[in-house]
Antibody
Framework: EVQLVESGGGLVQPGGSLRLSCTTS????????MSWVRQAPGKGLEWVST???????YYADSVEGRFTISRADSKNTLYLHMNSLRPEDTAVYYC?????????WGQGTLVTVSS | QSALTQPASVSGSPGQAITISCTGT?????????VSWYQQYPGKAPKLMIY???NRPSGVSDRFSGFKSGNTASLTISGLQAEDEADYYC???????????FGTGTKVTVL
């Protein structure tokens, strides 16, 4: 059974940093396209970042230069390193597995950026 | 990349059929057959309901169907049930550097 579990969210001050983790089971992270998608309170879904199976990474313009997606193959885990956080980064962050369609999603972890 | 356009809300009575539209451009919805639809209950993760325009994952009711014409995709829910009340989002592949764009979301209300 495919499972994705996010962790690492919390309250952080503007300008701060946070690392989100997505622990997986039932599949090999390095063999899949893995993404982070976020949802601000009361808002829609927004693609944040993707790491392809070959290791190439891409980011939305809104997080380019501040966020870094990575994976630990030995732990079958996906990460999102977030720096220079802004209030507008406040959202539930989901990790998702999929090729050209995000198929499997975690339950999400809430990141709140506020002083 | 702008979000795909969906109606903010759609409603229907139990047993009726409703259709949700998702309008994009030739660079996304119109350019690829990688349109998907997600159902989301409050406080829960999105659930894939339709992929590649009209395919249903295993376990999804056949009351859900998808279609695409030009730059507009649509999701039809037939035989509307109380459990269908949720938010629905469409998504389309764009390109390698921006793999996904999502719709603005539609709240479905069962009257």
């Amino acid at each position: 059974e495919v499972q994705l579990v996010e962790s690492g969210g919390g309250l952080v001050q503007p300008g701060g940093s946070l690392r989100l983790s997505c622990t997986t089971s039932g599949f090999i992270v390095s063999g899949n396209y893995m993404s982070w998608v976020r949802q601000a309170p009361g808002k829609g879904l927004e693609w944040v970042s993707t790491i392809y199976s070959g290791g190439t990474t891409y980011y939305a313009d809104s997080v380019e230069g501040r966020f870094t997606i990575s994976r630990a193959d030995s732990k079958n885990t996906l990460y999102l390193h977030m720096n220079s956080l802004r209030p507008e980064d406040t959202a539930v962050y989901y990790c998702a597995r999929g090729g050209l369609t995000p198929r499997d999603w975690g339950q999400g972890t809430l990141v709140t950026v506020s002083s | 990349q702008s979000a795909l356009t969906q109606p903010a809300s759609v409603s229907g009575s139990p047993g009726q059929a409703i259709t949700i539209s998702c309008t994009g451009t030739s660079r996304d919805v119109g350019g690829y057959n990688y349109v998907s639809w997600y159902q989301q209950y409050p406080g829960k993760a999105p659930k894939l309901m339709i992929y590649e325009v009209s395919n249903r994952p295993s376990g999804v009711s056949d009351r859900f169907s998808g279609f695409k014409s030009g730059n507009t995709a649509s999701l039809t829910i037939s035989g509307l049930q109380a459990e269908d009340e949720a938010d629905y989002y469409c998504s389309s592949y764009i390109n390698t550097a921006t793999p996904y764009v999502f719709g603005t979301g539609t709240k479905v209300t069962v009257l």
